[in-house]
């Protein structure tokens, strides 16, 4: 089956082979500026009695560009959340760089944006107040810290729930706060660790659509770990996948299904699903 990995056309490559496996040159590739650098990065978390314990990332190196939608996939353990921490400021490398948005990134900031698993609201705020936290802080004025919360609210949904509290919502309306919580700061880059992966499937497809129609409209550059191979078919531009312990960059491709169907149920359908499917499971247990 021949699929087209570039965007531009330029290159007719396959699945399945080796070495052109690697991510098109820049040449190829239509996103903006690189905002995030890792350079030949090794994570070793200490081992308690501050030496250096199991290494747990090796020799990695991945630059994204401006407006990439990023999708990293790998079994369990081989260092996604890690790599994301890393990015996000929250751990420092053993050796190597990471560089986000120019500057060696080295703690939480407003310009990067990031959604877990479990939604981590306030449990004492309600939803609004939730989602006007990162505006306070910015000291955006009351009237229009409202305005603007109230905006992402309904962007994302939740415009009839904004007085309750957290635990009146359900999982996929937590995440749907996280979510505009998170884009209230106006983020650059969104990092997303398994953000669907406790929601039923219903719920998984439509914030599936969601967050996809908000990258296409913000422009948002999105790192988003999965383990879903649907997901990642449906949602990346590009697909990563993280192999070994410790883990390195097995595959890094163009995803060549992108934007060819508006849902997952739908690109299930598409004729070149199973293949597509079958090579990113075949990369995965390499
Ligand atoms: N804070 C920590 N201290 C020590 N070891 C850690 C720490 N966090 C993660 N690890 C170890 O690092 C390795 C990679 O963990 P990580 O959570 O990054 O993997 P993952 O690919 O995201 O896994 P999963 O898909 O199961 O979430 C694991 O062996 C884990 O035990």
Not at 29 to 57: F, H, M, Q
Not at 196 to 207: K, Q, S, Y
Request: aromatic residues 8%; neutral net charge; glycine residues 10%.
């Amino acid at each position: 089956m021949a699929l087209n990995f570039a965007r531009s056309g330029s290159a007719e490559l396959e699945w399945g082979r080796g070495p052109e496996e690697a991510y098109p040159s820049e040449a190829d590739v239509p996103w903006g500026e690189r905002l995030i650098s890792v350079d030949n990065l090794t994570l070793a978390y200490s081992n308690g009695r501050g030496k250096p314990g199991k290494t747990v990332l090796d020799g990695l190196s991945l630059d994204i560009r401006e407006g990439e939608f990023v999708v990293v996939l790998g079994a369990s353990g081989c260092g996604k959340t890690s790599l994301l921490r890393l990015l996000a400021g929250y751990e420092r490398p053993t050796s190597g760089a990471v560089e986000v948005l120019g500057r060696p990134s080295s703690g939480p900031s407003a310009e990067v944006g990031v959604v877990f698993q479990h939604a981590n609201l306030f449990p004492w705020l309600t939803i609004q107040r939730n989602v006007e936290f990162g505006l306070k802080m910015k000291r955006v004025g009351r009237a229009e810290r409202k305005r603007l919360a109230s905006g992402y609210l309904s962007q994302v949904g939740l415009s009839a729930a904004a007085d309750y509290l957290p635990y009146q919502l359900s999982g996929g309306m937590k995440q749907r706060g996280a979510i505009a919580r998170s884009l209230a700061s106006e983020p650059r880059i969104l990092l997303m660790d398994e953000p669907f992966g406790a929601l039923d499937a219903i719920t998984r497809e439509n914030l599936q659509t969601l967050v996809k129609s908000i990258w296409r409209t913000t422009g948002l550059t999105v790192f988003f770990i999965t383990h879903d191979v649907d997901e990642a078919l449906y949602l990346g531009s590009r697909i990563v996948v993280l192999n070994g312990s410790p883990g390195q960059i097995g595959t890094d491709i163009a995803n060549p299904l992108f934007e060819r169907e508006d849902s997952v149920t739908r690109l299930r359908s598409h004729k070149d699903y199973a293949a597509a499917r079958d090579h990113l499971l075949k990369r995965l247990e390499s």
